[in-house]
C-alpha cells in the first residue's frame, strides 16, 4: 500500500519533510491513508469526484501552488502518469521535491525508469509490491504534460477512459436507442460524451444530464458536447439526483474501481438508475456479458430485455423500475 511505503520513507529518513509549506498529494485513492503527513500542511489534488469527496472530509481540497512538496500517487495510464508528475513538478516551488508512488501492476518500474533519464532520482524503496522514489524540482518536465488528442472529432485525454474512441460496447448501445427516447434524459458516466452526442440526435430531447466522476473527462465532454440542452455535472452517479424523475437514463458503466473488476460498481449504477426514472422511464444498459447483473436487474425492473449485442456484450433494456424499499 501507498501508505506504508511512505510511512517507511518518512521514518527511515530517505524522505525528509520540508520545514513549512503546503504538501501536495496528487491522486490518492480512497483507501491510501495519508496519516504518515501533517494534516493541517496536506493538500489533496484529485479531479476523480468520489476520492475528492473521500479526502476533503479531513484534508484542504482547494489551495493553488506553490507547493513545498508533492506526491504522485502514479495512475495505470503512462500518459497521465507522465502529465501528473510534469504538473507536480511545476507547481513546487524551488528547493522542493516530488516523490512518485506506485504499484508495479501500475507500472512504476517504467515510471521510474523514465523519469531517471530526466532527473536525478533518488533510489527507489520498495515494500508491499509498489516503489517509491523522489527527486529535486529544477528540470523541464514539460513535455509531458497532458496534450489533448481528437478522436474522429471529439476531443480526449490521456487516462481518461476510451481515450483513443468510443469502445465497442458504447458504438453497440448508441447504434441500439430506439429514435425517441423521451424529454429528460440522464447519460450516467458519460466520459467525453460520445453516448451523449448520439443522445441529442434523437428527436423530443429536452434535456440531458451528463454525469461523470473523472473531471478529465467532463472537461472533454464540455468541449465535444455543445448543446444547449446538455447540462455538466461533476458527480459521483451512484449519489447524483436529477432535479425530477428522468424518462431514460443511458449508461455505459464502469466495473472498475482499481486494476480488479468490481460488478458493485455496475450494480450500484442500475440501482441509481431506478431511483432516477420515472414510473414510465426505461434504463438502457450496455455491460460485458460475464458481469453478473440480471439479479440486481430483476430488483430493479418489472421487465427486463436483452435488445441488441455481440459476443463480447449485451445492451439491455429495463423499464416499469420498482419503488425501492425504504
Given amino acids: 500500500m501507498r501508505s506504508a511505503r511512505l510511512s517507511l520513507a518518512l521514518e527511515s529518513g530517505a524522505l525528509v519533510l520540508p520545514g513549512e509549506g503546503r504538501i501536495a498529494v496528487h491522486r490518492p485513492r480512497i483507501g491510501d491513508s495519508l496519516l504518515a503527513l501533517p494534516q493541517e500542511r496536506v493538500v489533496v489534488l484529485t479531479g476523480f469526484r468520489p476520492d475528492h469527496d473521500h479526502f476533503a472530509r479531513d484534508y484542504a481540497v482547494a489551495p493553488a501552488p506553490p507547493y513545498a512538496a508533492a506526491i504522485v500517487c502514479l495512475p495505470r495510464s503512462r500518459e497521465a502518469g507522465r502529465a501528473l508528475i510534469a504538473q507536480a513538478a511545476a507547481d513546487v516551488a524551488p528547493g522542493g521535491w516530488v516523490a512518485v508512488d506506485g504499484q508495479k501492476t501500475d507500472g512504476i518500474d517504467t515510471a521510474l525508469k523514465d523519469l531517471r533519464k530526466r532527473v536525478d532520482l533518488s533510489e527507489s524503496l520498495s515494500k508491499a509490491h509498489g516503489k517509491l522514489a523522489f527527486f529535486p524540482v529544477g528540470p523541464d518536465l514539460s513535455d509531458w504534460l497532458a496534450q489533448p488528442s481528437r478522436v474522429g472529432g471529439f476531443q480526449t485525454l490521456p487516462g481518461v477512459f476510451s481515450a483513443d474512441g468510443p469502445d465497442r460496447g458504447s458504438v453497440l448501445l ?3 436507442l430506439p429514435a ?4 429528460k434524459i440522464a447519460d450516467l458516466g458519460a466520459g467525453w460524451g460520445y453516448l451523449a452526442a448520439e443522445i441529442l440526435k434523437r428527436p423530443g430531447v429536452k434535456r440531458l444530464d451528463l454525469v461523470e ?3 478529465d473527462a467532463l472537461a472533454c465532454a464540455k468541449v465535444n458536447v455543445t448543446d444547449e440542452r446538455a447540462r455538466f455535472h461533476w458527480a459521483d452517479a451512484t449519489l447524483w439526483k436529477p432535479e425530477s424523475l428522468l424518462d431514460a437514463v443511458v449508461m ?4 472498475h474501481t ?4 468490481d460488478a458493485g460498481l455496475g450494480a450500484a449504477f442500475i440501482r441509481a438508475a431506478r431511483r432516477m426514472l420515472a414510473p414510465d422511464g426505461g434504463l438502457w444498459l450496455v455491460a460485458n456479458r ?3 447483473y440480471d439479479a440486481v436487474l430483476a430488483e430493479c425492473f418489472l421487465e427486463v430485455q436483452e435488445v441488441a449485442g455481440d459476443g463480447g456484450f449485451r445492451v439491455i433494456h429495463a423499464i416499469k423500475p ?3 424499499k425504504p
Wanted: net charge positive; aromatic share 4%.
Fill in 174 to 176: 448508441a447504434g441500439a
Fill in 180 to 183: 425517441k427516447l423521451g424529454g
Fill in 213 to 215: 466522476a473523472e473531471a
Fill in 252 to 255: 455505459n458503466p464502469p466495473f
Fill in 258 to 261: 482499481g486494476r480488479e473488476a
Fill in 290 to 292: 460475464h458481469l453478473p
Fill in 322 to 324: 420498482r419503488r425501492a
